[in-house]
């Protein structure tokens, strides 16, 4: 199966909660990632969690991991229409690899 | 706030040409990346390359590839004989500590 697997398409309204989740299969990751792409543009950093935490909270942004579960999710509080975009998820194995996820595609209606 | 940039944005190539992709990564970076996502796939792993020398590869990353750091700012991908297969966005990465920044990517249009 694949390494790191996502849901591919979330749909919210402007001013609510967004939840994208991600699994992942290597229990010895170090690192994991959320990235973002808006159309036609790159890859950018929003956030990474440290394996050995279970939260982390950037402004509008908190990562909740479950390693028990090799579970990962990135929640956006008060998600705004340039919030639209899609988000990877990505571990890092080994020496430096990244390995990502197929990408969920966040949809933000006014 | 640096970032890593590349050349061009797009590149359009016929069938078995060579192409180069061009990026320049962050300054002080010392680990340099390509990655590829083909349309509607994710993002893939190409080869890492550190101190003048690759570390890590792929099974996509086939003697038709090759990357080169020629001047010490930029940090090169060639292709030597497209298929159509190669066609896909390339993504240049650097990092000095353990997050990796992306460039725009180069998108690669193969005839």
């Known amino acids: 199966g694949e390494d790191v697997e996502q849901s591919l398409f979330l749909s919210v309204r402007e001013g609510d909660s967004s939840v994208i989740n991600c699994t992942y299969t290597?229990?010895?990751?170090?690192?994991l990632y959320w990235y973002k792409q808006e159309p036609g543009a790159g890859l950018q950093l929003l956030t990474y969690?440290?394996?050995?935490?279970d939260m982390k909270q950037d402004q509008r942004l908190t990562v909740l991991l479950n390693k028990k579960d090799k579970h990962l999710s990135l929640r956006i509080a008060d998600t705004q229409t340039g919030d639209s975009a899609i988000y990877f998820c990505?571990?890092?194995?080994?020496?430096?690899?990244?390995?990502f996820g197929k990408g969920t595609m966040l949809l933000v209606s006014p | 706030e640096p970032e890593v940039t590349q050349t061009p944005s797009h590149q359009v190539t016929q069938m078995g040409q060579e192409v180069i992709l061009r990026c320049v990564p962050i300054?002080?970076?010392?680990?340099f990346y390509w990655y590829r996502q083909i349309l509607g796939q994710k993002v893939e792993f190409l080869v890492s390359?550190?101190?003048?020398?690759?570390?890590?590869k792929s099974e996509i990353f086939d003697d038709q590839f090759s990357v080169e750091r020629p001047d010490g700012s930029n940090f090169t991908l060639k292709i030597r004989s497209t298929k159509l297969e190669d066609s896909a966005m390339y993504f240049c990465?650097?990092?000095?500590?353990?997050?990796?920044?992306f460039g725009p990517g180069t998108r690669l249009t193969v005839l």
């Open positions: 990505a571990e890092k194995k080994g020496y430096s690899t990244l390995t």
């Open positions: 990465a650097s990092r000095l500590t353990d997050t990796q920044y």
């Open positions: 969690i440290f394996s050995n935490m």
């Open positions: 290597d229990s010895s990751s170090t690192y």
């Open positions: 300054s002080n970076h010392l680990y």
């Open positions: 390359f550190y101190n003048n020398e690759i570390s890590e």
